[in-house]
């Protein structure tokens, strides 16, 4: 009995044995399903579609009117008033300020004081030049007397006429005194008050006249070039989504600003009761790309060994592969590629820290992508 007790030990033993191998052969295998099945990434791509051959520039600027004048005093003196604030319309012959006219005032009297003294020298001449001509007529004086009694009649003449001009030039200057609006507009700026001594010429009211608007945007040099006057361009507005307005170029700055290293481009709008000086407004561009080019989003862009790269999707193998770009420019959209990729390429648009060299992928959909709608793929 005992031997074959011990007969039957080596029987059992090898099942279990059997059993054990079976169990963890079994986990192995389920182990590399899921290994295997972990491997296989789900990715969102984006097929490319076409090369662009045009790029939009943005550039932001202010409505501005197309005439704006700075108006200040024909003469100097101190403010005594300023009958105008910001934002208040006039129309021509509407005072806007008004400086002390006591000194212009007086000067008035003075040229009047100094007329009637030459109407009085006019008329002591001419009874001088009278009697003269009839001393000459009877032989009683010289010629030599006619003359000189005729002369000192011009001369006085020509004194009352240059105090009558004295006269009018002095009434001028005491109307000078009040600042008045020529055109009608609206005022934009005040820069001197009540109390301040102004100097001749010195602004002290803007006044933007009422008539086109225009957007006033500074370009960089590299781009000044694609501006030129009678180019169409869109205008939208920060205020107002839904305003799209088409503009033209008016006026290209002939130099650039000495510190920005702009150069100043004006943009004439239609005619729109939406459109209000000091809005900001955005002005698009579309120009020529000499260098084709096509977008991706920002997304889809990687970097391995310090160059830039994108992950691309063997259709066939349905693996990744790294290649590299040549990035143009950043924009808002996302990125233009200028040199590594082609028509129908399936780029990865997201999770490309995940990425390895023929990692295989499932693609649930494919989206294509151009020069304008790579932004949009999330």
Not at 38 to 61: F, H, N, W
Not at 89 to 116: C, F, H, M, W
Not at 286 to 313: H, M
Request: aromatic share 4%; proline share 3%.
């Amino acid at each position: 009995m005992v031997s074959l007790k011990t007969r039957n030990l080596p029987s059992v033993f090898s099942f279990a044995f059997v059993g054990i191998v079976s169990l963890g052969l079994a986990g192995c295998s389920e182990e590399e399903k899921a290994e295997t099945k972990k491997i296989v990434r789900p990715v969102k791509v984006v097929e490319i579609a076409m090369a662009g051959q045009t790029r939009a520039l943005d550039y932001s600027g202010a409505v501005k009117a197309r005439i704006e004048m700075n108006l200040g005093f024909r003469v100097a003196g101190k403010i005594t008033e300023r009958l105008v604030n910001i934002g208040d319309r006039v129309k021509p012959g509407d005072v806007l300020a008004r400086i002390d006219s006591t000194d212009y005032q007086l000067a008035v009297k003075t040229a009047e004081a100094n007329l009637a003294a030459a109407e009085k020298g006019v008329q002591t001449a001419d009874l001088a030049n009278k009697r003269a001509g009839q001393l000459f007529d009877k032989n009683a004086t010289p010629k030599s007397q006619l003359e000189q009694a005729s002369l000192s009649y011009d001369q006085a003449v020509s004194t009352r006429d240059a105090a009558i001009s004295s006269l009018d030039q002095a009434k001028n200057q005491v109307s000078y005194t009040d600042l008045k609006a020529d055109q009608n507009g609206i005022v934009t700026a005040v820069s001197a008050d009540t109390g301040q001594v102004v100097a001749s010429g010195t602004p002290v009211v803007a006044v933007a006249i009422d008539g086109e608007k225009e957007v006033q945007i500074a370009v960089s040099e590299n781009d000044i070039a694609e501006f030129k006057p009678g180019k169409t361009v869109k205008a939208t507005f920060w205020s107002d989504d839904k305003l799209v307005l088409d503009g033209k170029v008016r006026e290209v700055s002939g130099s650039a600003d000495q510190q920005s290293r702009t150069f100043s481009v004006r943009i004439s709008l239609p005619n729109d009761q939406r459109v209000l000086l000091g809005m900001t407004a955005t002005i698009e561009a579309d120009v020529t790309n000499s260098d084709p080019y096509v977008a991706v989003p920002l997304s889809a862009l990687a970097e391995k060994d310090g160059k830039k790269i994108v992950w691309v999707v063997d259709r066939g193998a349905a693996t990744v592969h790294a290649r590299q770009i040549r990035v143009g420019d950043f924009t808002g959209d996302g990125v233009n590629v200028t040199d590594g990729l082609k028509s129908g390429d399936l780029v990865v648009a997201a999770g490309t820290q995940f990425m390895t060299e023929n990692l295989k992928v499932s693609v649930p959909g494919e989206q294509s992508a151009s020069a304008e709608p790579a932004g949009t793929v999330q």
